[in-house]
């Protein structure tokens, strides 16, 4: 069955980066994109970009772009999102979600059909 | 900022029919197809339609989703208590070189 795994809480300093991981398992990694999705406590959705896995391509939302940067390794099908000069409003949980839909540039039926468990990322002093 | 703007609270009773809005705009729902996420209480949210009307394997068929122009909803039949959780509408936004946009979420409340 698909499953994405990801990496456990981290706890960080105003101005440090932080990496999470996304372990994916039970299909082509290589087949679907991988979303990073972003939700502070109490607080809804945030899409932060996506990476196509094959390729390497990604897209990143207007608001995080310079300080966020995703990747992936194809030989332990993982991705990562690494989200750089961590302030206090950072604080969230970060989702990996699977991606499906996209032809190309064209992304008019785009949708997330699985999602990883969480990350809590914690930014504090 | 969401950009998919929804009621921020909905409830009803067991047994009767929940209608969730969504309302966006041309460069998102107007262009492309609507989809639903289900987010219960401290978990990750959940696939509930694709494509405007589409139900993955497994959600029941008390799920239903519609679009029309640049606005959608979802309708939930049959409420159960199960269902209490938050709904978030999303599309893909064709400005800004393309994103990915959700709405601004629902907490659904079964009385």
């Known amino acids: 069955q698909v499953q994405l795994v990801q990496s456990g809480a981290e706890v960080k300093k105003p101005g440090a980066s932080v990496k999470v991981s996304c372990k994916a398992s039970?299909?082509?990694?290589?087949?679907?994109?991988i979303n990073w999705v972003r939700q502070a406590t109490g607080q809804g959705l945030e899409w932060m970009g996506w990476m196509n896995p094959n390729s390497g391509n990604t897209g990143y939302a207007q608001k995080f772009q310079g300080r966020v940067t995703m990747t992936r390794n194809t030989s332990i099908r993982t991705a990562y999102m690494e989200l750089s000069s961590l302030r206090s409003e950072d604080t969230a949980v970060y989702y990996c979600?699977?991606?499906?839909?996209?032809?190309?540039?064209?992304?008019?039926?785009?949708?997330?059909?699985?999602w990883g468990q969480g990350t809590l990322v914690t930014v504090s002093s | 900022q969401s950009v998919l703007t929804q009621p921020p609270s909905a409830s009803g009773t067991p047994g009767q029919r929940v209608t969730i809005s969504c309302s966006g705009s041309?460069?998102?729902?107007?262009?492309?197809?609507v989809n639903w996420y289900q987010q219960l209480p401290g978990t990750a949210p959940k696939l509930l339609i694709y494509?405007?009307?589409q139900r993955p394997s497994g959600v029941p068929d008390r799920f239903s989703g519609s679009k029309s122009g640049t606005s959608a909803s979802l309708a939930i039949s049959g409420l159960q208590s199960e269902d209490e959780a938050d709904y978030y509408c999303?599309?893909?936004?064709?400005?800004?070189?393309?994103?990915?946009?959700f709405g601004t979420g629902t907490k659904v409340t079964v009385l």
């Open positions: 999303a599309a893909w936004d064709d400005s800004l070189n393309g994103h990915y946009v």
């Open positions: 494509s405007n009307n």
């Open positions: 039970g299909y082509t990694f290589t087949t679907y994109d």
């Open positions: 041309s460069s998102n729902i107007g262009s492309n197809t």
């Open positions: 979600a699977r991606g499906i839909g996209c032809n190309g540039a064209v992304c008019h039926l785009y949708y997330f059909d699985y």
